[in-house]
């Protein structure tokens, strides 16, 4: 672990202090701290990380200590119900001469716990720290899929600020690691239609905040196959996080938490960054504990993940068979959390909804179906 510790920050009392005290129930009590010594880490699950470079939205402003250091305020005093994960909090992400040294510490330590099975939550940043976060992943040779949750889908190529351009890197990347890419509630007129067809050709998936609003379980599948995850603050309406200062429509803060609670759930997710707070800009820290029940949620999630059971168990299943098409499938919900999963041609089971199965059984074909037949 000394080449790890040697890109962090430990925490002073300063980065998590509650002038109330905590009590034995919250969080901040049973978190493992790098605060003098790094810690033993092996028997956690999850790992928290701040991120304090900021260059990436503007080359004109200063690293964001205080943004990692505002959510853990809020987080840490938010009530632990799930001793079962055992959580780490090894402190900030020294900040790089360079934006990308950053990167580098940042894809340095990030594939690092990937590959000792940590999940890691990333706190603060610019949103193109996504691209660093997908180079742990491109370090460590793994195809995975990746989702986006943001008002912009960041593909401007015309622009010079990294954190409008960065997607553009990480979708092109050749050899590309990018199995799957989902782009989950933008704005429309904040995106050119152009990008949306191109997205359409390379067969990835965007779906419109408000097909999101009206339908949120639909995100609950693409969520669940999903292995990086990348959470802009944009993506929230300005009433529900004020430091969001992108627009006054948007995602609700109960959305953020049902999207975050999703990606729990995810058998696959190993990382899920959350980027774009800018602490100055925030009212009575609400954006910063809008964050805290984000992450709370995320927690929730992965608690009942493990309440899961393989599939091979059918007794824990209701199975239905049915024929769309003339296409002879089956659908298997768990009993213990509700989802939903379809058998697809090569035998192999797809995360899908139960508005799937309801379509199959009127004799459509669901688009979820579809969509993956043409990526194969």
């Given at each position: 672990m000394q080449d790890l510790q040697d890109f962090l920050e430990p925490l002073s009392p300063a980065h998590i202090n509650n002038d109330d005290g905590y009590t034995d129930g919250q969080l901040a009590r049973h978190l493992v701290i790098y605060e003098n010594e790094f810690p033993d880490i092996t028997h956690c699950s999850m790992v928290i990380v701040g991120i304090q470079e900021m260059r990436g939205q503007s080359l004109l402003m200063p690293p964001g200590p205080q943004a990692p250091d505002k959510i853990r305020n809020r987080l840490y005093a938010l009530h632990y119900w799930h001793s079962e994960i055992k959580i780490a909090d090894?402190?900030?992400?020294?900040?790089?001469?360079?934006?990308?040294?950053?990167?580098?510490?940042?894809?340095?330590?990030?594939?690092?716990?990937?590959?000792?099975?940590?999940?890691?939550?990333?706190?603060?940043?610019?949103h193109?720290?996504?691209?660093?976060?997908?180079?742990?992943?491109?370090?460590?040779?793994?195809?995975?899929?990746?989702?986006?949750?943001?008002?912009?889908?960041?593909?401007?190529?015309?622009?010079?600020?990294?954190?409008?351009?960065?997607?553009?890197?990480?979708?092109?990347?050749?050899?590309?690691?990018?199995?799957?890419?989902?782009?989950?509630?933008?704005?429309?007129?904040?995106?050119?239609?152009?990008?949306?067809?191109?997205?359409?050709?390379?067969?990835?998936?965007?779906?419109?905040?408000?097909?999101?609003?009206?339908?949120?379980?639909?995100?609950?599948?693409?969520?669940?196959?999903?292995?990086?995850?990348?959470?802009?603050?944009?993506?929230?309406?300005?009433?529900?996080?004020?430091?969001?200062?992108?627009?006054?429509?948007?995602?609700?803060?109960?959305?953020?938490?049902?999207?975050?609670?999703?990606?729990?759930?995810?058998?696959?997710?190993?990382?899920?960054?959350?980027?774009?707070y800018h602490p100055q800009d925030d009212v009575q820290a609400l954006t910063a504990s809008q964050i805290a029940q984000m992450i709370w949620y995320f927690i929730d999630g992965r608690y009942k993940r493990l309440q899961e059971v393989p599939i091979a168990q059918r007794q824990h299943y209701n199975e239905y068979h049915t024929v769309f098409a003339e296409i002879d499938t089956l659908f298997l919900q768990s009993k213990k959390t509700g989802r939903w999963w379809m058998r697809m041609p090569d035998n192999k089971f797809i995360a899908c909804s139960y508005t799937d199965y309801i379509k199959a059984s009127n004799n459509q074909i669901p688009e979820r179906w579809l969509r993956l037949q043409e990526r194969d």
């Amino acid at each position: 672990m000394q080449d790890l510790q040697d890109f962090l920050e430990p925490l002073s009392p300063a980065h998590i202090n509650n002038d109330d005290g905590y009590t034995d129930g919250q969080l901040a009590r049973h978190l493992v701290i790098y605060e003098n010594e790094f810690p033993d880490i092996t028997h956690c699950s999850m790992v928290i990380v701040g991120i304090q470079e900021m260059r990436g939205q503007s080359l004109l402003m200063p690293p964001g200590p205080q943004a990692p250091d505002k959510i853990r305020n809020r987080l840490y005093a938010l009530h632990y119900w799930h001793s079962e994960i055992k959580i780490a909090d090894i402190g900030n992400i020294k900040t790089g001469e360079l934006l990308s040294d950053s990167y580098a510490a940042i894809k340095t330590v990030v594939s690092a716990l990937i590959e000792q099975n940590k999940t890691v939550i990333l706190l603060g940043g610019s949103h193109d720290i996504t691209l660093a976060q997908y180079d742990a992943y491109r370090h460590l040779n793994r195809r995975i899929d990746a989702s986006c949750i943001d008002a912009r889908i960041d593909l401007s190529s015309e622009s010079p600020i990294r954190s409008e351009n960065f997607l553009m890197e990480m979708l092109t990347d050749s050899p590309s690691m990018i199995n799957h890419y989902n782009h989950i509630a933008f704005q429309s007129y904040y995106v050119h239609p152009r990008i949306i067809e191109t997205m359409d050709k390379l067969r990835f998936d965007c779906f419109r905040v408000g097909m999101v609003q009206e339908n949120i379980e639909e995100m609950e599948p693409p969520l669940r196959h999903t292995d990086l995850l990348s959470f802009d603050l944009a993506a929230i309406k300005n009433s529900d996080a004020p430091a969001n200062k992108e627009s006054p429509n948007g995602l609700t803060g109960i959305d953020a938490c049902t999207l975050c609670r999703f990606a729990g759930l995810s058998e696959t997710l190993s990382s899920i960054g959350f980027y774009g707070y800018h602490p100055q800009d925030d009212v009575q820290a609400l954006t910063a504990s809008q964050i805290a029940q984000m992450i709370w949620y995320f927690i929730d999630g992965r608690y009942k993940r493990l309440q899961e059971v393989p599939i091979a168990q059918r007794q824990h299943y209701n199975e239905y068979h049915t024929v769309f098409a003339e296409i002879d499938t089956l659908f298997l919900q768990s009993k213990k959390t509700g989802r939903w999963w379809m058998r697809m041609p090569d035998n192999k089971f797809i995360a899908c909804s139960y508005t799937d199965y309801i379509k199959a059984s009127n004799n459509q074909i669901p688009e979820r179906w579809l969509r993956l037949q043409e990526r194969d």
